[in-house]
């Protein structure tokens, strides 16, 4: 593919994903069990597994019988939702960052520079890439995305650059152009395809094997973050790089590149020095690392983990080359074996907020009735208002995902805890809704198929889960809509999940098998590397789908499900599944896990690790916990492999532990309820983040962090030997849990193969010799036996406790060190009490006054009881003693206690058992009794004070009384008290006796009168008379509303008033007289009651005799209202007696309802009426069918829908019913229908008569004519068959007859004319929908067999519109074909033999053509093909045609492609190809030797004429203003016209942009291209025009470059002085390439390079003779320009460059010695080298001005500044040296020269000076004075006086004329230079802050 064009690209999904696969996707079964094996879930799945395992999913149809309730209010429910591009779950861009992309492509780009060529591009394009709309383009996301498509050559291949176009432009059509496409794969090429190339080089196999060692010094491995650094890079030459290169660009960066043992090893081999190799290798390490500092060094010391927070490890810490930020190698997800190759960057830094993709949790929350609005939205947008099938749907789905119907957003209602917002199912403590039956609502509460009990099902091992974990152990709830979505996914853990479907729309889904998961990750690797890449974990963020023909292509099985309402879907283990909703619907799903999943629960736990993610539960938690409660007898076989496999894997890791030298242990705190999961939450590894269960690793050094046994070397640099293992099981109780399971399986236990296993005995190295675990064992026991017959000594047992962790979590085998390490713990244990006790006991009997809390008795007792017999205790017969003493002192309580003694007594023996120095237990019984004893004796004393009184309460007594009881003391009070409670309990037992009895009210009242004055407060007797008073007033309140009864009559009120009497006369505790009384009158006020609301409202005739009845018992029947409701009843017995009459006898409608009418008057309800009426309602039914049938029939009505079979029925009915009817009009109806079908029968008689001819004839007229006379009968039938309105089965029959004659006309037609291909197709087409038993006919058949010949003859006609053209025998074959059929097609047949005919006049021409070459020509070729296209047939002849037209067409083509793609014309081949000739033909008049003569245009070449135009006064060539605009615009000067041209070399400026771009390649094609192409058109036919211009062009174009390289070869060669030598064929050369419409690199190339030289030489020549001057930097760039111009050296610009440049870098040398020379040079010297130095090139200005100030003179001495003090006049601002005036300490506060204030020597000049003066001088020898200068004041640096604040005012008296008396000659030289020489000075005022 020339220059990177990408072939043409077809039209695919974005994806990946474009395998165009129509096979359709299988279905998983279905499942229907019955009612018996729907009642055990879990069995049920356990019996399908064998079979549906293998699909991954599987839908389960309940029975009819499963109708669970709805339980949850949906309407009302407000639930979040997440919001779904659709359209970017697939077809969506890699989330990588563009930054740290092109942070790592400039690193490429600095590291890796190869030649210029195809591929080998320097950079990122000059100017920003952009979009076709101008956007700019993303270039990270370019590369991705091709990334994504297979690379460059890939996408090449497959022809994607469409897709990379839609992953780069959001906003990309549809259809993507071919020249964008073509633009994005040019730029890919030229500036990423070696990036990608290098990107995907492996690494060779020397740094493969530096890397699996993992030990590679950091000194010899290169790293391209070191790149960055200035002149760190080497350009690379050749085109190829080799292993030792890649390996300097492909990076391992470490932890350990820059801690400190990178910086000891390069401080140590600085100080060492390095020879040899070693040293040739450190040394641009030593030069990469010199910025490493101390602050680094500590930085890096800072430098931590961002995974597990340690710092530790750094020789396995892996930098991002970004940020800067660690990982160690096995912290990542996943972890890395060893560093990797290249660059490395973290995931913050590769993966772009922008970019980055997820399901976004909506704000708000949302209702249903919002949601279903969206949804039917959504369906609107896709669907319009039809009703899409589930196939449309689900192609729709899966083009919107790969990215091709459009952009979609929708939103979904996933992973809603049921807990929280409501389940489908019935739960016991949810409210019922009012419309569900309460039995059914339990039944379904505790089924099995209820989600919420699924996870707890006797039989799966969840049920020990106490957590509700969301979706685990509680369910979740789907609310979805129209394509909203679930991604592939894999359940956690791997479980089972089940999902059911409430209501709505149907769910489709898609499931892989388990068994091919890796398979299915593999693919969607392969398919997506870009997002894989980016983010590796990428299954588990549930966030892309993938279209199952994918996997499919790929051999991976995939099975699609249907999920209705109502039904299951199951999920098994390890399967992954994805779909999405159909449309608005509500599902509920949870995990479960029979005892067959814990083998995959392992492989779920493995993944967890790998990936570093936080598990839902521990695993091994679960295993240990579901062995300990049980399982059935068919999982045993699934537990006793992994309690196997979980045994020997912690065996050979703590053995592994042991081995490497950890010796510690301890146990882990026991679980408060270990029978059950999730109790209390474990620590997790910090490595792998997985729960620590059983065991974990700890270090003093990091007290809150826990590795597991397998990360226990990460987790720090401390030896192992400080390191603890924690367990919670020991190896024999994991053993013996494994015994237990093997045991309830059936298998011999002795026989156990994971305890015997092959593992060899675990040894290690101790004193320098090899000891295995059992004899070290052996050994400790030994040492341990000894310490416990020996005295005790702590220190010997800490020490052996400390050595046996290391046994104590082993096998049964160690059993014998657990047990000794328990006896000496209990030993050591016995002796330290015993030492606390005599100590606290000692403490006591020292310090009595003091608080110290005793030692127990039980404690001591215990202590002397259970003596260690190994050896004895000093302080043990102590401790005897005291236990004697304490047990007399208890006797003595006891025998007190037991005895009744007195309470002074009992204080004796307290006081006694205080001062014992040992707490007895008794002592605390002893003081609770006295205390008891003496409240009771006060509350006695009390109680007998109020019987004195006269009052007494019982309750009080009564509690004394039982007090009593308990008292062991002897007191006088017991016997009074005793017989007053005697008295009150004989009182209280009378009044208990009325309350139980329920006495009569006189009697209760006598009782009550007699107690009247009683000193005892008895509660039942204040109950008693509370009785008493109620009931008076109820007597009261009953005798006067009975008085006032007799004179109401609103029995409503009343009925309430007695009801509510009986029922309080009913809740008294006393019998009343006055209640039978109330109930009978309550009985009357009833029956009154209900006889108004008889009369008042209608009643049963059954009720009012009822209550008529009651009325007579009640003996009231003669009050009024039972006598009319006697009348009542009368009325409507005899209404009923003649309607029972009318049911049993016919008679007419209108007696009916006159007897209906007459029941309004009845004010009771009549049996019979409703009888009656559905009498009337039936026969007014039957008159309102019949006006259908005779009603007059109108098209308008609407379609047909009575039967005649009604019409019969409906005559029939009269008979058996109660009203007389007439059926007259309907008999006539059904007669006119009946004499219709015996008509139509006998038309379909005649009509099969003329169907069974099986001979048509010569001519089909006759044939033709029956049939139309035949169709004209039965349209008419047809007709008055739908005027009667009915349905009628012979009518269908005669449709289709109509139908079937139809189709025989039409295909008779044919007959008589040469149809249409189409026409004849449809026929056949409508064939098929004939009826088949017409179809079947003889004339049908023949009519078949016709038009089958008919179509084949249609086909081989030359005109017919076809692909591809029959042969000639195939015609011929059709012709004589015809002879056999019954159908005569003769126009058919003669157009067959016509074209047969032409076809072979055609062949004759073309032999005729290829048999004379001399007269063969391209237009000949082309009539050839023409008249082939419509009169030959397939042939030989037509091939070579066609094959010799397509060769020259596809270089036509060629040409177009190369031509149009760089011309950007749109019009023809020849007309570009003329354009080109043109342009050439201008280019060669511009070197013409009569081209100055002719007026025309350079640029545009036309002649002048009038247009505006001028002349350059240089090269004399015309220019029309409008053309010199698109060049930036000329240039005048002084009224002369110079073209831009000219102007530009003139002014030595580089050349003006539109020059640059008209002589660029732009547009043009390449003069090689054309060259190429006019090669490969030899041997064409003649007369070929393009071919003959292109020959033209390649000719003119070759002699333009020869004329123009041979100019510009003259022009390089030159090295004299005159630059227009150079100038003027530069300026040709420049427009022959901007007029000619080719390009050529090679002349391009050196117009380039000729022209950096020329206005290389131009500057020079500028500088040499424009009289300004350059700065020394400029000669230097001069210089160094010229040498990489690779000007020779005899040039004369160069020789010049050089003379300037060494000339003035001598001066420099010679002005910088002399400013800094302190006056050492003469001054003439230093006025010479001023002089020399202002006639210079170059500009010396500040190195003058220093010279200058050095060469001016102070003081008196007339020497230049040389850093002696200096002070300055206040009037004459001249400076005079301190020791030259004589000047000591602190200057004056004012000074004045000798020349400005002289004097005669007798006055002194007195100098006054503050201390705090700082500004005048300094008496410091480098104190610097600012010097004064004509023409402006400079700054001035001084020092501080060094002297102190605490100076005083001092006076410095200078004799100047004494002074300058002592030189004469020097006195006169100082005035007159002191007059002549007068610098402005700045005052000391300014140099305050300086001095």
Not at 780 to 798: C, G, V
Not at 1449 to 1469: K, P
Request: proline share 5%; charged share 25%; net charge negative.
């Amino acid at each position: 593919m020339g220059k990177g064009r990408p072939l043409p690209a077809t039209t695919a999904s974005p994806s990946g994903c474009r395998f165009g696969s129509d096979a359709p996707i299988p279905e998983a079964p279905v499942f229907r069990p019955t009612e018996e094996e729907f009642a055990d879930p879990l069995a049920y799945v356990a019996r399908i597994r064998p079979v549906a395992e293998r699909y991954g999913i599987c839908r389960i149809v309940p029975p009819p019988s499963w109708s669970p309730p709805k339980a949850l209010d949906v309407a009302a429910l407000s639930f979040p939702t997440k919001r779904q591009p659709i359209h970017r779950l697939l077809a969506r861009p890699a989330p990588a960052d563009p930054d740290t992309f092109l942070l790592d492509y400039a690193r490429f780009l600095k590291a890796y520079r190869g030649p210029p060529g195809r591929g080998r591009k320097k950079g990122l394009p000059k100017s920003p890439a952009t979009l076709p709309d101008g956007r700019p383009l993303d270039l990270c996301r370019l590369f991705h995305a091709v990334k994504r498509f297979g690379g460059y050559n890939g996408a090449c291949k497959g022809r994607r650059w469409d897709d990379v176009v839609r992953l780069v432009d959001d906003r990309a059509r549809r259809h993507v152009p071919e020249c964008a496409k073509h633009v994005l794969a040019q730029l890919y090429h030229e500036h990423f395809y070696a990036y990608e190339k290098f990107t995907n080089k492996p690494v060779s196999s020397q740094d493969g094997k530096q890397e699996e060692s993992g030990k590679v010094d950091l000194d010899d491995q290169p790293s391209v973050s070191g790149l960055k650094d200035e002149g760190r890079s080497q350009s690379v030459s050749g085109g190829e790089m080799d292993a030792a290169e890649v390996s300097g660009i492909r990076s391992q960066k470490r932890r350990d590149a820059i801690n400190k043992k990178a910086i000891g090893m390069a401080s140590h081999s600085n100080s060492n020095g390095s020879t040899g190799k070693n040293a040739a290798s450190a040394g641009p390490w030593k030069w990469k690392r010199r910025k490493v500092d101390d602050a680094e060094a500590n930085k890096v010391d800072d430098q931590v983990c961002e995974q597990c927070d340690s710092g530790l490890h750094g020789d396995a810490m892996l930098l991002c080359d970004r940020c800067d930020k660690g990982w160690h190698l096995y912290c990542l997800s996943p972890p890395l074996e060893i560093v990797p190759p290249g660059n490395w960057y973290c995931s913050d830094c590769m993966n772009s907020d922008s970019d980055c993709f997820g399901f976004v949790e909506r704000r708000k929350t949302c209702l249903l009735d919002a949601f279903q609005r969206f949804d039917e939205k959504v369906k609107r947008r896709w669907f319009g208002q039809r009703r899409p099938s589930r196939v449309q749907v689900e192609k729709q789905f899966w083009e919107i995902v790969e990215g091709r119907a459009g952009e979609l957003e929708v939103m979904y209602g996933s992973d809603m805890d049921t807990s929280v917002y409501g389940s489908g199912f019935p739960r016991l403590g949810d409210p019922v809704p009012p419309s569900v039956d309460l039995e059914m609502w339990q039944k379904y509460c505790s089924s099995p198929w209820n989600l919420n009990n699924f996870p707890n099902l006797p039989s799966s091992v969840l049920r020990t889960v106490q957590d509700k974990i969301a979706g685990v152990m509680v369910p979740w709830l789907y609310i979805g809509m129209l394509f909203s979505s679930f991604c592939w996914h894999v359940e956690d853990h791997c479980f089972y999940s089940i999902n059911y479907l409430h209501w709505g729309e149907p769910k489709c889904w898609y499931g892989v098998p388990g068994a091919e998961a890796n398979a299915f990750e593999l693919v969607m690797r392969n398919t997506l590397p870009d997002l894989f890449d980016a983010q590796p974990d990428l299954l588990f963020h549930l966030v892309t789908m993938l279209n199952p023909s994918v996997l499919q292509v790929n051999g991976v099985p995939v099975y699609s499900v249907m999920q209705e309402p109502g039904n299951f879907v199951i999920t098994f283990p390890r399967s992954y599944h994805g779909g999405f909703n159909l449309g608005l619907n509500c599902a509920e799903a949870v995990n479960f896990a029979p005892a067959d999943w814990l083998p995959h629960g392992g492989i779920g736990a493995e993944l967890y690790r790998m990936y570093r993610k936080a598990p839902v539960l521990s695993h091994e938690e679960l295993l240990y916990v579901v062995a300990k409660n049980g399982v059935s007898s068919e999982s045993l076989s699934y537990l006793k492999g992994e309690i196997e496999r979980l045994f020997l894997k912690e065996k050979k890791c703590r053995e592994e532990l042991w081995t490497n030298g950890t010796v510690k242990s301890s146990l882990m705190p026991a679980r408060s309820n270990p029978n059950y999961i999730g109790s209390e939450e474990d620590p997790m590894c910090v490595i792998c983040r997985q729960y620590l269960y059983l065991s974990a690793v700890s270090c003093n050094c990091r007290p809150s962090s826990y590795v597991c046994l397998e990360h226990w070397k990460h987790l720090c640099e401390c030896s192992p030997e400080k390191h603890r293992l924690l367990y919670r099981h020991t190896l024999a109780e994991l053993g013996d849990l494994g015994c237990e399971v093997k045991a309830l399986s059936g298998e011999n236990v002795k026989q156990y193969p994971f305890l015997l296993n092959d593992i060899p005995a675990p040894f290690k190295k101790v004193k320098d010799r090899y000891i295995s675990y059992a004899q070290l064992a052996e050994d400790w026991l030994s040492e341990s036996d000894r310490i416990l017959h020996m005295p005790f000594l702590d220190t010997a047992y800490s020490t052996a406790l400390e050595a046996s962790g290391q046994f104590l979590w082993g096998d049964h085998d160690m059993d014998s060190v657990r047990n000794m390490a328990l006896k000496l713990t209990e030993a050591k244990k016995w002796v330290l009490s015993v030492r606390n006790c005599i100590s606290r006991i000692d403490e006591l009997l020292l310090c009595k006054h003091k608080f110290s809390e005793k030692v127990k008795y039980v404690e001591i007792e215990k202590l002397v009881a259970v003596r260690c017999k190994s050896f004895c205790e000093p302080g043990l017969p102590q401790l005897q003693a005291y236990v004697e003493k304490g047990k007399m002192m208890i006797s003595e309580i006891n025998i007190a206690l037991s005895s009744c003694s007195t309470v002074e007594h009992l204080e004796t023996l307290y006081s006694r058992a205080s001062e014992f120095p040992i707490e007895l237990t008794e002592t605390s019984t002893l003081c609770c009794e006295i205390s008891f004893a003496k409240s009771w004796l006060k509350k006695t004393c009390d109680l007998l004070e109020q019987n004195r009184a006269g009052t007494i309460d019982i309750d009080l007594l009564n509690t004394l009384k039982l007090e009593m009881v308990q008292l062991r003391v002897v007191v006088p009070e017991i016997e009074l008290l005793s017989n007053l409670w005697k008295e009150a309990e004989s009182l209280r037992r009378r009044c208990q006796s009325y309350l139980q009895d329920s006495p009569v009210l006189k009697e209760l009242g006598s009782f009550l009168l007699a107690l009247d004055g009683t000193k005892f407060t008895i509660p039942e007797l204040n109950l008693l008379k509370q009785h008493y008073s109620a009931a008076c007033c109820w007597a009261s309140l009953v005798n006067g509303i009975l008085r006032k009864l007799f004179e109401r009559n609103d029995y409503h009120n009343i009925v309430e008033e007695l009801t509510g009497i009986v029922r309080d006369g009913k809740s008294l505790r006393v019998k009343v007289d006055e209640l039978p009384i109330v109930e009978k009158e309550l009985r009357r006020s009833l029956c009154r009651k209900q006889a108004c609301e008889a009369l008042a409202t209608q009643m049963s005739m059954d009720f009012i005799e009822e209550i008529l009845t009651q009325a007579s018992i009640l003996t009231i029947e003669e009050e009024l209202p039972f006598v009319d409701l006697s009348q009542l009843l009368k009325n409507a017995t005899a209404w009923e007696q003649k309607a029972r009459l009318m049911l049993e006898q016919s008679a007419f409608l209108s007696e009916f309802e006159d007897h209906i009418r007459c029941a309004e008057d009845v004010q009771a309800i009549l049996p019979s009426a409703p009888n009656m009426k559905a009498q009337i309602v039936v026969a007014r039914s039957w008159m309102d069918k019949c006006q259908a049938y005779l009603r007059p029939r109108r098209d308008e009505l609407g379609p047909v829908v009575l039967k005649v079979d009604d019409l019969k029925d409906l005559i029939c009915r009269p008979a058996s019913m109660k009203v007389i009817l007439d059926t007259s009009a309907l008999n006539s109806v059904l007669s006119k229908v009946e004499k219709w079908e015996h008509n139509s029968l006998s038309l379909l008689i005649n009509l099969r008569t003329l169907l069974n001819l099986n001979v048509v004839g010569s001519t089909v007229d006759p044939l033709e004519r029956n049939l139309e006379e035949l169709q004209n009968k039965i349209s008419g039938a047809i007709e008055s068959g739908l005027s009667l309105g009915f349905e009628l089965k012979v009518l269908n029959e005669l449709k289709d007859c109509l139908l079937t004659v139809g189709w025989m006309l039409r295909a008779l037609s044919f007959c008589s004319r040469i149809p249409l291909l189409e026409h004849v197709d449809r026929a056949i087409e409508e064939a098929v929908n004939l009826p088949a038993f017409l179809l079947n006919c003889p004339l049908a058949t023949l009519l078949m067999i016709g038009l089958s010949w008919l179509r084949k003859a249609l086909v081989l006609l030359p005109e017919s519109e076809k692909s591809v053209k029959p042969k000639l025998e195939n015609a011929e074959n059709i012709l004589a074909e015809h002879q056999k059929i019954a159908i005569p097609y003769s126009i058919m047949t003669a157009e067959l033999e016509d074209a047969i005919s032409k076809h072979k006049s055609w062949t004759e021409q073309c032999h005729a053509f290829f048999m004379l070459p001399d007269y063969q020509s391209w237009a000949g070729l082309l009539r050839l093909r023409d008249r082939g296209q419509s009169v030959a047939l397939d042939c030989c002849e037509m091939d070579r045609v066609v094959l010799d037209i397509k060769k020259i067409d596809g270089w036509f083509n060629q040409c177009r492609c190369t031509l149009s793609a760089d011309v950007n014309d749109n019009g023809s081949l020849l007309s570009i190809l003329q354009k080109i000739s043109g342009s050439l033909d201008n280019a060669s008049m511009l070197y013409a030797e009569d081209c100055k003569k002719k007026e025309f245009c350079v640029i545009c070449s036309c002649d002048v004429g009038d247009v505006v135009a001028s002349r350059c006064v240089i090269c004399l060539d015309w220019y029309h203003s409008s053309c010199v605009e698109s060049l930036l615009a000329s240039k005048q000067m002084i009224s002369e016209y110079i073209c831009p041209f000219c102007f530009s070399l003139e002014s030595g400026n580089p050349l003006e942009k539109g020059i640059q771009e008209r002589i660029s390649k732009g547009n043009r094609p390449a003069l090689s291209a054309l060259t190429e192409l006019f090669s490969s058109a030899k041997g064409f036919y003649k007369g070929i025009e393009e071919l003959d211009l292109l020959e033209e062009i390649t000719k003119k174009g070759c002699g333009l470059k020869s004329y123009l390289m041979q100019i510009l070869h003259d022009a390089d060669s030159y090295d004299g002085e005159d630059l227009s030598v150079m100038c003027k064929p530069l300026v040709v050369a420049l427009k022959s390439t901007s007029a000619a419409g080719l390009y050529d690199q090679q002349i391009n190339n050196n117009i380039e390079v000729i022209l950096s030289r020329y206005l290389w030489k131009k500057h020079i020549h500028n500088i040499l003779c424009g009289g300004r001057q350059t700065s020394i930097q400029h000669v230097m760039r001069l210089d160094k320009e010229g040498s990489n111009l690779e000007i020779s050296g005899e040039d004369f610009f160069k020789l010049e460059i050089c003379k300037i440049k060494e000339t003035s870098q001598q001066w420099l040398t010679k002005a910088e010695k002399a400013a800094f020379d302190c006056g050492e040079l003469p001054l003439d010297l230093v006025y010479g080298l001023i002089t020399e130095g202002e006639n210079l090139s170059v500009d010396v200005e500040k190195e003058l001005k220093l010279l200058r100030d050095r060469s001016i003179l102070y003081c008196i001495c007339r020497k230049p500044y040389d850093n002696r003090a200096m002070i300055a006049c206040d009037q004459c601002d001249e400076w005079y040296h301190f020791d030259c005036i004589n000047v000591c300490g602190p200057p004056p506060e004012t000074f004045h020269c000798p020349a400005c204030c002289p004097n005669n020597g007798e006055v002194f000049i007195l100098l006054p000076r503050p201390a705090s003066e700082e500004d005048r001088a300094s008496i410091e020898a480098r104190s610097h004075t600012p010097p004064a200068s004509s023409d402006k004041s400079e700054t001035v640096e001084a020092n501080k006086c060094s002297n102190s604040n605490s100076w005083k005012k001092s006076q410095v008296r200078v004799d100047l004329v004494k002074f300058l008396r002592q030189d004469s000659e020097l006195d006169n030289t100082w005035r007159e230079n002191k007059k002549v020489l007068h610098r402005t000075a700045r005052r000391r005022s300014n140099f305050a802050g300086l001095l």
